[in-house]
Nanobody, 117 residues
């Protein structure tokens, strides 16, 4: 019912900024939570930030002083503003949506973020 498409990844130097976008399409009106996860090879996927349909946000401790999740309901798009990027932020970032009504999880294809000098 929901399709997610990420964009905005790329190569950035330490201390730089990057903004990821996730556009949702399909049956988007019943999405309860959207979030960003990241994963590096050999490690489990971890939650970076999430935002509810009501606008409440939560950020992982490792990024809460530097990253900000936001949402544009008119565009059905969620953003992740990443500032003061560190090499340890390097990962594939995945957009995620949860629909409680059907207990369904949806994932984007992922976008690579590389922080390197």
């Amino acid at each position: 019912q929901v399709q997610l498409m990420e964009s905005g990844g790329g190569l950035v130097q330490p201390g730089g900024s990057l903004r990821l976008s996730c556009a949702a399409s399909g049956t988007t009106f019943n999405i309860n939570v959207m979030g960003w996860y990241r994963q590096v090879p050999g490690k489990e996927r971890e939650l970076v930030a999430a935002i509810t349909s009501g606008g409440s946000t939560n950020h992982a401790d490792s990024v809460k002083d530097r990253f900000t999740i936001s949402r544009d309901n008119a565009k059905n798009t969620v953003y992740l503003q990443m500032n003061s990027l560190k090499p340890e932020d390097t990962a594939v970032y995945y957009c995620h949506a949860f629909v409680a009504f059907t207990n369904s999880n949806y994932w984007g294809q992922g976008t690579q973020v590389t922080v390197s000098s």
